[in-house]
């Protein structure tokens, strides 16, 4: 509320009796002393006239003054009926608070539920006689009155708390004697409206205690990073230091300040008795665990990426008053989930970046002479951690070591281990770039074996773990680090998928008949893409070709020309049509053959979105981070709805067979294929598909159980090279690895039941033809089918197919009309030569 203003005459400087008396003549003998005496009587009587005459006038101004300012005085309904702003909060499914937006931090919290230490030290630091004293304590003013006469100016205050609340309620900061009279009127109107405990709730709820934070709860947060009743004596003292000067004991920026102001705080709590001589000593000693980042939240789980996405979300709906209604929105993050996901990420993005080796120290800080410590210090002060990464200062390099300087103003010696990474900037003839010298800024990763020097990775990754079937997204890690690159790349990445995409084809031809157990060759093959264009010829990875093999064992090994000559059997409109019924949109599926091998565009939750199909028997789930929101009533806005598989938002898209035979096949994967390295996990019940795109610019795994899906995704921002051999089985299978050896913990480890629509037949593994009857052969195995797709009978008399049948040759029964592909989609211009698409069908006629 803006102040009301008044006209005030100013007083005269002086009257007569004041003025400068006429000279005295001088006098001989005794008499002349005598006949001043009336003369001093007279001035002194006149000085006291005067001055009662003024006190007079002062008192005669001031109930004017309260008279006039009386009735101006604002409404207190903004104390009385306290709704101050409140900004919006973020919460995982575990109530844990993840993220807070708004132009004030604040946080509300009941006074009952203050704890007790708390209310103490505040009193102690700002008017331990509170509950005694009336709107002003007059004692307190004599006190300060004094204390500032002695000190000859200002050095002590005697606003009371209730003061405080009307200056942070309705008053500016300026110091003039209207305003003080204002806040002392408002005061006396404060105190005769709420009660002690009232107003004693409406300052620790509203006062300002720096880094935007208002009120204590706020100020745990952005100091401590946990909630108010977590906080240690200690740590308490700390912050009801702070409202005398926010921004001089801030102990994120002048560490040193805060723990002179905390110590007056613990004295005069134990001169009050509030606290033991014991308990004193303890807290003086007690660490005070101040978070780093001047300025930033922090909160015991990481989840900065979905935090940021569920403030655009209510921005969108709500616009501004996001910011200030006090929403409440609880997302579907699992702690545990979110915790294990954040530190796979950022372990899998160091062992990465260690593989390529030492770049150099981040940045360099002139150190003087006479003041190195200060000077390296000061720089750190503008640094935060990145990552877990927390930066250090180096002051000398000897040949013992490296001294470094930390934050929290502790110095290191670091030696051995600690220095094996960037050894080779310690060199003799190190380059300038690489060279660590006096002055080199490092990053620090703590190990069990202590500090160890580190870099913060220029790649980065995305990890997503979703529920399938519900869509409730369980983890959700954007990036290495959110303070250091907000662009979120599971949701806003479309990166190539590469041999990730291969089970939405193989589903499509399963769709047409494949089954696992189909013969397929991959023997070399050249596609003509069109006039004057080269031809295509795709190869292997390891550009060998190993001959006729079952489709479940050319999808373990990422086999790339059985995989074309899968998506050149079902047709190329067919297979681009049946994947975007995965929620791929279509128009980032490109309509040529180069689409098996990942040439399309998807982020990681998309990716995400479509093994989940896989994995819950079938059908299309729609991703949900969002579970509830509420007001700052407490009055449920938003809940999700339960999710029913098969009705409209989560329709079905494959048979359930289809559902498990890709499953089966991409447990084949794991179990002997380019994920095996997963088989550390002890699972049966895993399955997932690596992809590495041209020149090992992207890394993928996209793997599942029954409770949860989770892709895992490593590249550079700008698109590169990761490096020779850094595929999706180096790269980003020991991250999906770390995450599932945590997350997956709790899910039971079941076999996956072959659904009705599935039949169980003894096959040749040679050929794919039933094993039965006078074929029948000793090492026959068991081959899964879809029902309406048997294997063939060898007694039929089938022959190898020739370039000529699509999918009559590749499955052995005539081809079905494709799912209506649209007019845009182009068909295959044709296949050089007579190469066949396949050497032995295994499957017989659809059975109706």
Not at 109 to 118: E, F, G, S, T, W
Not at 235 to 263: C, D, E, F, I, T
Not at 413 to 418: C, E, P, R, Y
Not at 730 to 740: A, E
Request: include cysteine; charge should be neutral.
């Amino acid at each position: 509320m803006t102040e009301p203003t008044f006209d005030a005459h100013r007083a005269p400087r002086g009257d007569a009796s004041r003025r400068a008396p006429p000279p005295r003549k001088k006098s001989s003998g005794s008499g002349g002393g005598r006949s001043a005496s009336p003369r001093r009587g007279a001035r002194w009587q006149l000085l006291l006239l005067g001055l009662v005459l003024l006190g007079v006038a002062g008192t005669l101004y001031l109930g004017l003054a309260v008279i006039l300012l009386w009735p101006r005085l604002p409404d207190l309904t903004e104390v009385t009926d306290y709704r101050p702003d409140l900004p919006l909060r973020v919460y995982s499914a575990n109530g844990t608070l993840i993220g807070e937006f708004g132009v004030q931090r604040r946080a509300v919290i009941a006074y009952d539920q203050v704890p007790p230490m708390l209310k103490q030290a505040v009193l102690a630091a700002e008017d331990s006689r509170f509950f005694e004293h009336g709107a002003i304590d007059f004692a307190g003013v004599v006190r300060a009155a004094l204390a500032d006469f002695g000190a000859g100016g200002a050095v002590q205050g005697a606003s009371t708390i209730t003061m405080q609340v009307a200056r942070d309620f309705y008053l500016s900061p300026e110091k003039t004697p209207l305003r003080k009279l204002v806040e002392t009127l408002l005061a006396y109107k404060i105190e005769n409206s709420l009660s002690k405990d009232q107003i004693l709730d409406r300052y620790i709820n509203q006062v300002y205690l720096g880094q935007r934070a208002y009120g204590f709860a706020a100020a745990a947060q952005v100091y401590y990073g946990k909630p108010l009743q977590q906080l240690s004596l200690a740590q308490m003292a700390v912050l009801a230091g702070l409202p005398q000067a926010p921004s001089a004991y801030n102990p994120q920026s002048n560490l040193k300040l805060a723990v002179w102001r905390q110590h007056y705080v613990l004295g005069r709590m134990l001169a009050l008795h509030d606290i033991t001589r014991e308990q004193y000593e303890q807290a003086l000693a007690a660490p005070l665990e101040v978070v780093s980042g001047q300025g930033a939240l922090h909160y015991s789980v990481d989840a900065d990426y979905a935090a940021e996405l569920v403030r655009q979300i209510m921005v969108a709906r709500f616009g501004e008053a996001a910011y200030t209604d006090g929403f409440k929105v609880t997302t579907t993050l699992v702690d545990k989930d979110q915790t294990a996901a954040n530190a796979a990420l950022r372990a899998g993005l160091l062992a990465y970046d260690h593989r390529m080796g030492w770049r150099g120290p981040e940045g360099r800080v002139t150190l003087p002479a006479d003041g190195a410590r200060e000077a390296a210090a000061k720089a750190l002060r503008r640094m935060h951690d990145v990552g877990g990464l927390a930066p250090a200062v180096v002051l000398q390099v000897s040949p013992h070591g490296v001294e470094v300087l930390r934050r929290d103003g502790s110095v290191q010696t670091l030696s051995g281990a600690a220095l094996a990474f960037c050894r080779p900037g310690l060199e003799p003839r190190a380059p300038q770039a690489k060279r660590i010298e006096a002055g080199s800024v490092l990053r620090l990763t703590q190990t069990p074996q202590g500090p160890q020097v580190a870099q913060i990775p220029l790649a980065q990754s995305a990890l997503v773990s979703m529920q399938p079937q519900t869509g409730a997204v369980q983890a959700w890690v954007g990036g290495f680090d959110f303070t250091h690159d907000k662009f979120d790349h599971v949701n806003q990445a479309y990166r190539q998928p590469g041999s990730s995409f291969k089970p939405f084809i193989y589903s499509a031809a399963v769709a047409e008949g494949l089954a696992p157990t189909t013969i397929i060759d991959d023997s070399p093959i050249s596609i003509n893409p069109g006039p004057n264009q080269p031809l295509w010829q795709p190869h292997n990875y390891e550009k060998d070709s190993i001959g006729p093999m079952p489709a479940a064992e050319a999808l373990a090994r990422s086999d790339n020309i059985a995989a074309v000559r899968v998506v050149l059997a079902v047709g190329v409109p067919y297979a681009r049509f049946h994947a975007s019924q995965f929620g791929l949109p279509l128009d980032q599926i490109p309509p040529y053959p180069t689409m098996v091998l990942g040439a399309g565009s998807f982020t990681p939750l998309q990716m995400t979105r479509a093994y989940s199909v896989f994995a819950n028997g079938g059908y299309l789930v729609q991703p949900r981070l969002v579970q509830k929101i509420v007001d700052a009533h407490g009055a449920v806005i938003y809940q999700e709805p339960k999710v029913v598989l098969g009705d409209a938002d989560s329709p079905r898209i494959i048979s359930p067979g289809n559902a498990f035979l890709l499953t089966r096949m991409m447990q084949q994967v794991i179990d002997k294929g380019t994920g095996r390295a997963a088989r550390a996990l002890g699972r049966s019940d895993l399955a997932g598909k690596t992809g590495t795109t041209s020149d090992f610019r992207d890394a993928w795994f996209d793997g599942f159980d029954h409770d949860r899906v989770a892709v895992a995704w490593v590249g550079y921002n700008t698109p590169r090279s990761l490096g020779r051999g850094e595929q999706g089985a180096s790269v980003s299978l020991p991250i999906w690895m770390s995450y599932m050896r945590v997350a997956a913990a709790v899910d039971p480890d079941q076999p996956w039941a072959a659904p009705p629509d599935v039949v169980q037949v003894p096959v040749n593994p040679a050929t794919g033809f039933a094993s039965v009857g006078s074929f029948a052969v000793p090492n026959a195995v068991q081959g899964y089918f879809l029902q309406q797709y048997p294997p063939l009978d060898p007694a039929g008399g089938a022959s190898a197919p020739s370039s000529g049948g699509f999918l009559g040759g590749l499955f052995g029964h005539p081809a079905p009309a494709p799912a209506t592909p649209t007019p845009a989609q182009a068909p295959h211009p044709g296949v050089a030569g007579n190469a066949p698409y396949v050497v032995l069908p295994s499957t017989g006629a659809p059975q109706h």
